[in-house]
């Protein structure tokens, strides 16, 4: 059964001075790339305080943060003293592994005074307010990609404003990120190596759309004590319950969004650290639902727009596995790299012979790794600077998704209103 089609022509952004948001733009973006933003004044933690994780989710991604908290754990770093899930047998799996408390409704975890830092890792429809009621709890959180649903703009920007307001931490969970590297090339482009650039690719390509045909571990499931459809479902469209929307909620629009914040988030969050980018002028989106029975796209590709340059371009198959690498076009040369390929050579910066300038390779420092985003993590709890993909970051880079999904699903072309802070479909 598929959901009542959404057809909003404007998302309002609630309004704030120029001033400050150009200061979180430049904040989150320079310490997504490694400057030392501090972002509260609080008690600072020593190095031998043990730090309280509480899991929100216990699913297939959950399972990776858990094995990442448990290696921390051994080390001393942290405790692993909360579980939560809407489904009993994965929560009960999770706390047999971790020894961390069951809890069934999310709100009861925040309230547990152990837990210091929260991991979100449910259905993309319920990141938005989970981290909004965890900062205001007082928690700092590592928050899984994408930030929110595509439906969710106000929500995305109300992370930012409460998060500032109570001074809490929120890693968004790009993992490409975690990379000094980012750093190093934002200074050479700063300082001219390749010109001004206006132009960029950046794409995700692979063969099969497994990464949304979640597993169904128990096709006979039903809502009941052991199973909370009501709590799924949250604020979506009240559909009857279906094993596949619960188990295999990413091939569905209530719940996700497909390739554009399921894939691109990670190919374009690097390009946006290395650029300091702000919100794009307008955005296209197109693709379709072409190979696989299923409601979000198998192929999906955004032209995103930005005031002065640079035209993004985003292009995902789930068709096709060969890729293509990540191209920054400068006046004066190009920056190329591919994201997903840890083991390659890292970045590449070829400026062009006119400027007397050699070629420059810069191999990964952790590209990808998601225990690293962790440490980060951690770390920022105990200092309070900023992580390497703060939520001042994750909001730009989601703004030109959730418009790219918009302009697809409506068919026209999506405009950000500077102004009146406002998604405008044209």
């Not at 994408?146 to 409460?162: G, M, N």
Request: glycine residues 10%; aromatic residues 8%; proline residues 5%.
């Amino acid at each position: 059964m598929q959901s009542p089609r959404q057809q909003p022509n404007q998302v309002r952004l609630t309004d704030r001075r120029d001033f400050l948001r150009q200061s979180a733009v430049l904040a989150g973006a320079a310490s997504a790339c490694g400057a030392p933003w501090v972002i509260a004044e609080q008690r600072v933690r020593g190095a031998n305080d043990r730090i309280g994780v509480g899991y929100i989710g216990t699913g297939q991604r959950a399972s990776k943060h858990i094995g990442i908290g448990l290696d921390l754990k051994a080390e001393g770093l942290c405790d692993i003293v909360a579980v939560c899930d809407v489904y009993g047998p994965r929560v009960r799996a999770a706390a047999e592994k971790t020894g961390g408390k069951i809890y069934r409704n999310y709100h009861e975890l925040l309230a547990d005074p152990r837990v210091d830092v929260v991991c979100i890792a449910t259905p993309d429809r319920h990141h938005a307010q989970q981290a909004i009621d965890a900062v205001r709890a007082g928690k700092d959180v590592y928050c899984e990609k994408p930030l929110t649903h595509w439906s969710q703009f106000d929500l995305a920007k109300r992370i930012d404003e409460e998060a500032a307001k109570h001074k809490r931490i929120v890693q968004v969970g790009t993992q490409f990120v975690a990379d000094d590297v980012y750093a190093q090339v934002r200074k050479l482009i700063a300082d001219g190596i390749v010109g001004k650039i206006l132009h960029v690719q950046a794409a995700f390509f692979r063969r099969g759309d497994w990464g949304e045909r979640m597993d169904i571990p128990d096709p006979n499931a039903q809502p009941g004590p052991d199973l909370d459809w009501q709590q799924f479902l949250g604020d979506a469209p009240k559909v009857e319950y279906s094993v596949s929307r619960f188990f295999q909620w990413r091939m569905y629009w209530d719940y996700a969004g497909g390739p554009a914040t399921d894939l691109l988030v990670h190919t374009f969050t690097p390009v946006f650290c290395m650029l300091g980018l702000d919100y794009p002028e307008r955005v296209m989106g197109g693709g379709g639902t072409f190979e696989y029975s299923r409601e979000v796209p198998d192929q999906c590709n955004i032209l995103v727009d930005y005031a002065g340059g640079p035209s993004v371009v985003l292009m995902n198959s789930l068709s096709n596995h060969v890729g293509t690498k990540h191209v920054l076009r400068g006046t004066d040369g190009i920056i190329e790299f591919e994201a997903g390929d840890r083991s390659g050579p890292g970045v590449r910066i070829v400026p062009f012979s006119k400027n007397d300038k050699k070629e420059i390779s810069l191999p990964w420092q952790g590209m990808g790794d998601t225990a690293k985003m962790w440490r980060n993590l951690l770390e920022c709890v105990r200092t309070r600077q900023e992580p390497y993909c703060p939520v001042s970051l994750g909001l730009r880079v989601q703004t030109p998704l959730i418009m790219g999904i918009l302009s697809h699903r409506e068919n026209k072309v999506a405009r950000f209103d500077k102004e009146k802070q406002e998604i405008v479909l044209v």
